[in-house]
């Protein structure tokens, strides 16, 4: 079993910076794949970007290649996405998710266990 909390959105403006976090509580941290979805208003949750149990590996959806950067610390059982050079269609609520064992998959229906979200608005 494995908590996560998501932190880090806000309200920006176009061509900012952002950084999130997601902070897992819970046993074996580095035993997940850790991934990045986000739901806008009407929308479904896609995915955005995951990473391996060490950071070795990553994968990206492609709208965001380029800007969105995931990584991780096992140490402090974080995750991170950063997002650079914001765009209103980034607008979302991100949510962090983790699935146990070594299987990297976009599909956010294999994943077990889901943060709450936060949210992220860009103006323009």
């Known amino acids: 079993q494995v908590q996560l909390v998501e932190s880090g959105g806000g309200l920006v403006q176009a061509g900012d910076s952002l950084r999130l976090s997601c902070a897992a509580s819970?046993?074996?941290?580095?035993?997940?794949?850790m991934g990045w979805f986000r739901q806008a208003p009407g929308t479904e949750r896609t995915f955005v970007a995951l990473?391996?149990?060490?950071?070795?590996?990553?994968y990206y959806a492609d709208s965001v290649k380029g800007r969105f950067t995931i990584s991780r610390d096992n140490a402090k059982n974080t995750v991170y996405l950063e997002i650079d050079t914001l765009k209103p269609e980034d607008t979302a609520v991100y949510y962090c998710?983790?699935?146990?064992?070594?299987?990297?998959?976009?599909?956010?229906?294999?994943?077990?266990?889901w943060g709450q979200g936060t949210q992220v608005t860009v103006s323009s």
């Open positions: 998710a983790a699935r146990n064992g070594a299987i990297l998959t976009t599909g956010n229906y294999r994943y077990n266990y």
């Open positions: 819970g046993r074996a941290f580095s035993n997940y794949v």
């Open positions: 990473i391996n149990w060490d950071g070795s590996k990553t």
